[in-house]
């Protein structure tokens, strides 16, 4: 077991700042902003990325695009799989330890004991250090929503980019897709170009609304550029030609539309061709349809079975897998089995929904270590309420064994339902 870091006992302490996890006004992130020195002004030129699914796959190739190029990047996402590190890359490279935990520590003495969020709070440090370090960009993935999310403090960034818009986080950016949008548009600065990926009609009307009232010029999918596969290849196309590309080292038909979103904003960013297409097979971003390949849960696999991790946790996310599952069965039959944990924050319903018919099998099981998690047992009732052959166990290495020994031929099976389950699984098999 990896043994706790200086940095662990602070962000502890940072967890309890605030009596809830999320509270979305920009009044505390401005406080300690200007107690800070306002570090956000202070920044690499910007780019800012929103959406409900794909923003980290996209980050990671728009990183991959311009580090081929040379350019030192800073980047910050959330939330992390394993450590909190992997949030915060300066110049390419994962914070270390030392670093962190006196940023934190001078986080901690700026903020004066004052109510904040973890969110907020960590948000300033990453942005304190980014400040600090020189870099050619950064890349700021939004934590949830656009308009009251931290990472908003950047008055001029160089592009936004919204990834596609789908119904998530519904207590805390509206009950409609236009109302989310609305929210994920809350980006938009003026006289900034945003890169627009393939959204549904009530998402688009938001964002172009939002577009003309702050005067922010869009470069939309369909309209200013397209992105689609022909024989293998992915075709990206936009005014200025066309480029014939390998495909995503990312796994997944979602990844083309991810792929062609990074594309078009390193296009707008002067990338070449060349960092275009190592954009799209240099990029690593685990737990996004992850084959595992070490740990102990590979050591009870018959020969011949794979076992798979995602993150992914809405209803867009199930309608990926179950694509993916869809695409396994076309090139290789093998029965699927699927082991399931979810948070109580997101509709265990509309995740499964689409993959129900697909599986041999679900197994649900509780996420370690995180207080939002469902129960498996009731998580395994709404799953059989979706058609769902489905089964509870108080482990994923129970889960596994199980699977196992009942599948008795080569099988795949894939872990997914939470980023947090998927870290879970990744600090011991990653």
Request: aromatic share 4%.
């Amino acid at each position: 077991m990896r043994q706790a870091a200086p940095s662990d006992a602070i962000l502890e302490r940072l967890l309890h700042l605030h009596p809830k996890l999320m509270d979305l006004v920009l009044d505390r992130v401005w406080r300690i902003l200007d107690a800070l020195g306002n570090p956000q002004d202070a920044l690499p030129p910007v780019v800012h990325i929103a959406g409900t699914n794909g923003k980290g796959s996209t980050q990671a190739m728009i990183r991959a695009g311009l580090e081929a190029g040379g350019k030192r990047v800073h980047a910050y996402t959330s939330p992390h799989l394993v450590r909190f590190h992997e949030r915060i890359r300066l110049a390419g490279e994962l914070i270390d330890e030392t670093a962190l935990a006196d940023l934190l520590e001078e986080c901690e003495e700026a903020n004066g004991g004052e109510q904040i969020t973890f969110f907020e709070i960590t948000t300033a440090a990453a942005l304190l250090a980014f400040s600090r370090t020189p870099a050619d960009y950064v890349l700021l993935e939004v934590g949830m929503g656009g308009r009251l999310d931290t990472t908003n403090v950047v008055s001029k960034p160089a592009l936004t980019v919204i990834t596609p818009v789908s119904m998530d986080h519904q207590q805390f950016l509206g009950e409609t897709l236009g109302q989310i949008a609305s929210e994920k548009a809350g980006i938009l600065k003026p006289g900034v170009p945003c890169i627009v990926s393939p959204q549904q009609d009530e998402a688009l009307a938001a964002i172009e609304a939002r577009a003309t009232e702050v005067g922010a010029p869009l470069l939309i999918h369909g309209q200013d550029w397209l992105v689609r596969t022909e024989h293998g290849r992915v075709v990206y196309q936009d005014e200025t030609g066309l480029l014939d590309l390998d495909p995503p080292r990312l796994i997944g038909a979602h990844q083309i539309v991810n792929a062609g979103v990074a594309v078009a904003s390193l296009r707008a960013l002067g990338v070449d061709d060349d960092g275009c297409a190592k954009a799209l097979t240099e990029a690593e971003w685990p737990a996004r349809m992850q084959r595992l390949t070490a740990g102990p849960l590979l050591d009870v696999l018959p020969e011949g079975s794979e076992l798979w991790l995602d993150g992914g946790h809405n209803a867009a996310a199930g309608e990926a897998l179950a694509e993916m599952l869809d695409d396994w069965h076309a090139r290789a039959p093998r029965p699927a089995y699927l082991i399931c944990g979810m948070l109580q924050s997101k509709s265990a319903a509309d995740f499964i929904r689409p993959l129900a018919p697909r599986a041999r099998a679900i197994t649900t099981v509780a996420i370690p270590g995180a207080d939002a998690t469902y129960p498996a047992d009731e998580l395994r009732q709404i799953f059989a309420e979706q058609g769902g052959i489905a089964a509870s166990a108080p482990s994923v290495e129970d889960a596994v064994e199980r699977l196992i020994a009942a599948a008795k031929h080569p099988c795949r099976i894939m872990i997914c339902g939470s980023l947090y389950l998927a870290g879970a699984v990744l600090a011991e098999n990653g």
